[in-house]
């Protein structure tokens, strides 16, 4: 059974960096697509970022020069390096796999970030 764990979460002034952290048992990162996503209150859960088990990214619009995406594979933990954080980058995030762009495992509790002064 997949379990995801993520972490790293915190309040942070606006321009500020967060490094969150995706833990997972029962499967392997490296083997999949694997990709953070987000949610505001009042809004969907969406993508902000995802890395191919080949190691290539990709980044919603809103995120890219100020997020990035990686993975460790000793460690079976895929990252997100926040930098430059603004107030709407506050959310709960959340880490899962995507097979044919959707998103398969249970989600985890999520980590939240808050970007406030």
């Known amino acids: 059974q997949v379990q995801l764990v993520e972490s790293g979460g915190g309040l942070v002034q606006p321009g500020g960096s967060l490094r969150l952290s995706c833990a997972a048992s029962?499967?392997?990162?490296?083997?999949?697509?694997s990709g953070w996503y987000r949610q505001a209150p009042g809004k969907q859960r969406e993508l902000v970022a995802a890395?191919?088990?080949?190691?290539?990214?990709n980044y919603v619009d809103s995120v890219k020069g100020r997020f990035t995406i990686s993975r460790d594979n000793a460690k079976n933990t895929v990252y997100l390096q926040m930098n430059s954080l603004k107030p709407e980058d506050t959310a709960v995030y959340y880490c899962?796999?995507?097979?044919?762009?959707?998103?398969?495992?249970?989600w985890g509790q999520g980590t939240q970030v808050t970007v406030s002064s």
């Open positions: 029962g499967m392997i990162f490296s083997m999949y697509v």
């Open positions: 890395i191919t088990s080949g190691g290539t990214t």
């Open positions: 899962n796999i995507i097979q044919r762009g959707v998103p398969v495992s249970n």
